[in-house]
């Protein structure tokens, strides 16, 4: 290893803190939790590149002062501060899960936001390599699974199919097939008939993958029977 990086990584990871280490381990941390956000902010998520960047920042700074202090005036517990910003970004985290609908949101920037604290803690206490390695690890899973998933695992949007047909005589195999050779997974299924004007009614509960061309499926399912409406909602 060159010896600038030896030197550099010997100067951050110094367990005395003087202005020049604790300044450059926030430099580290902030841009550890800018990556973070990035990544967020790239899968269309509000907000969460400035949340990141300060979350780290800030886990960083008083995971600083939490050994700063004993070291200093030779009082206090380092594990005190430490153990409130896990309460803290706990409580943060659980504020960034949202229900909508029949889906959950919110719940992989719950998880970034826990990350990024516990590298900024990693930083602010000296452990530059693992929090290095903890943001690639980070980033590889979310960048690379987001696609497997997507592959392997296309239906994730929970919602509600609404069917309107003029008749009964409807071929319930028929549509399931045709629904499910579009990746539409069938979890519930509801009926109901309107005698006098003869119409029948059926609200799939279904997870829809997010590609799911809605036109053609509208035009497939007409093939079916005379179809009166159809609704997708969360």
């Not at 045709?178 to 309107?194: A, K, V």
């Amino acid at each position: 290893m060159p010896n600038f990086i030896t030197n550099f990584l010997h100067f951050i990871t110094s367990s005395e803190l003087t202005l020049p280490v604790m300044l450059m381990r926030l430099v580290c941390s902030v841009l550890a939790g800018f990556f973070l956000g990035l990544e967020r902010k790239l899968h269309l998520q509000n907000g969460v590149l400035r949340t990141h960047v300060l979350i780290s920042g800030s886990s960083c700074m008083l995971m600083i002062i939490s050994i700063y202090v004993p070291q200093t005036y030779a009082t206090g517990d380092p594990s005190r501060i430490a153990a409130q910003i896990v309460s803290g970004i706990g409580f943060l985290g659980g504020g960034a899960i949202l229900r909508q609908g029949l889906n959950i949101k919110g719940l992989n920037t719950a998880a970034t936001i826990w990350v990024a604290a516990a590298i900024g803690m990693a930083t602010g206490a000296g452990l530059i390599p693992l929090a290095v390695v903890a943001l690639v690890i980070c980033l590889i899973i979310m960048f690379l699974l987001v696609k497997f998933e997507q592959r392997y695992f296309p239906a994730e949007q929970v919602k509600h199919l609404e069917l309107v047909f003029k008749n009964c005589r409807i071929d319930l195999i028929k549509l399931k097939n045709e629904l499910g050779s579009r990746g539409i997974i069938i979890t519930n299924t509801d009926f109901s008939e309107e005698i006098d004007a003869d119409r029948f009614h059926i609200t799939f509960t279904v997870k829809v993958p997010n590609n799911i061309d809605t036109i053609d499926l509208t035009d497939n399912l007409k093939s079916i029977g005379k179809l009166l409406k159809i609704q997708m909602k969360d």
